[in-house]
T-cell receptor, first 113, second 113 residues
Framework: AQSVSQHNHHVILSEAASLELGCNYSYGGTVNLFWYVQYPGQHLQLLLKYFSGDPLVKGIKGFEAEFIKSKFSFNLRKPSVQWSDTAEYFCAVNAQRDDKIIFGKGTRLHILP | GAGVSQSPSNKVTEKGKDVELRCDPISGHTALYWYRQSLGQGLEFLIYFQGNSAPDKSGLPSDRFSAERTGGSVSTLTIQRTQQEDSAVYLC???????????FGDGTRLSIL
């Protein structure tokens, strides 16, 4: 069965720090990969996605993620975070032979002003 | 444009009662998913519908949980004989097709007394 692991449950950074949130999945076949973000009081929204092609994917608000197939990873990065990036971030995976999208447990990111 | 609409936004009920949660997906979206979000547990997949195909119920935690989707549009998640462990936020998402980026509703916060 597919599973998604997010290594950090809670991350605290100062503004302008660099960010990397880890995501690993367990499935050996072809996958679609997603990062979603949930800002305080708002619904989940798509940050970026990878289906195929360039493994470095750029999303909204300066976020990017790199798909490393050999490591089963899809880490989220941002070179310089802002206070407004405070939110919960979810990695999600879909195995292309399946229709389900499986989510990780989320990482709460808190940016200190 | 209209997003995914869920109702009620909050529901408080006594243990043992039945509850119905409603989801109105984005028009034209053929795929509809239900998830349960508990603190520290991320998004737990419950069930999904794709067009007129039989739903994938593999994530429903017990036979007290059921869902239907009428006319390929509105969906209702029903929880019978609610238990305290059913307390969570129930999220609905829709997408043009399965495996595509999902659009989430604001969720229904269910509290079982």
């Amino acid at each position: 069965a597919q599973s998604v692991s997010q290594h950090n449950h809670h991350v605290i950074l100062s503004e302008a720090a660099s960010l990397e949130l880890g995501c690993n999945y367990s499935y050996g076949g072809t996958v679609n990969l997603f990062w979603y973000v949930q800002y305080p009081g708002q619904h989940l929204q798509l940050l970026l996605k990878y289906f195929s092609g360039d493994p470095l994917v750029k999303g909204i608000k300066g976020f990017e993620a790199e798909f490393i197939k050999s490591k089963f990873s899809f880490n989220l990065r941002k070179p310089s975070v802002q206070w407004s990036d405070t939110a919960e971030y979810f990695c999600a995976v879909n195995a292309q032979r399946d229709d389900k999208i499986i989510f990780g447990k989320g990482t709460r990111l808190h940016i200190l002003p | 444009g209209a997003g995914v609409s869920q109702s009620p936004s909050n529901k408080v009920t006594e243990k043992g009662k039945d509850v119905e949660l409603r989801c109105d997906p984005i028009s034209g979206h053929t795929a509809l998913y239900w998830y349960r979000q508990s603190l520290g547990q991320g998004l737990e997949f419950l069930i999904y519908f794709q067009g007129n195909s039989a739903p994938d119920k593999s994530g429903l935690p017990s036979d007290r949980f059921s869902a239907e989707r009428t006319g390929g549009s509105v969906s209702t998640l029903t929880i019978q004989r609610t238990q305290q462990e059913d307390s969570a936020v129930y999220l609905c998402a829709s997408s043009l097709q399965t495996r595509q980026p999902q659009h989430f509703g604001d969720g229904t916060r269910l509290s079982i007394l």
